[in-house]
């Protein structure tokens, strides 16, 4: 049976020496190997593109985008989306 599950998967970075790009790379083929049809794109690319070149993309708004990086660099798209990010610190805020 084939999987109806897909997702929009924005990443921050996709380069092994940043850890937001190595857990993107190795999320984006876990979801592939897992059954879900997944389209990878990168925020620098999206981040200043006009509404109807958006939609261009390739990127499908109808599903759920998760975009994994610094909260900063969040951009909205149309849709659901979902921001995945990390915090390092050796303590937490007060």
């Not at 070149?53 to 969040?74: A, Q």
Request: net charge positive; charged share 25%.
């Amino acid at each position: 049976m084939r999987s109806t599950l897909a997702c929009n998967w924005i990443n921050y970075r996709m380069i092994e020496e940043d850890g937001y790009g190595r857990f993107g790379v190795r999320m984006v083929r876990a979801l592939a190997r897992a059954g879900v049809r997944v389209t990878p794109s990168l925020s620098q690319l999206l981040a200043d593109l006009p509404g109807d070149l958006l939609r261009m993309t390739g990127l499908d708004f109808s599903r759920l985008t998760i975009s994994l990086m610094p909260p900063h660099e969040l951009r909205p798209v149309p849709g659901r989306q979902w921001l995945y990010t990390m915090y390092e610190a050796t303590r937490l805020r007060k």
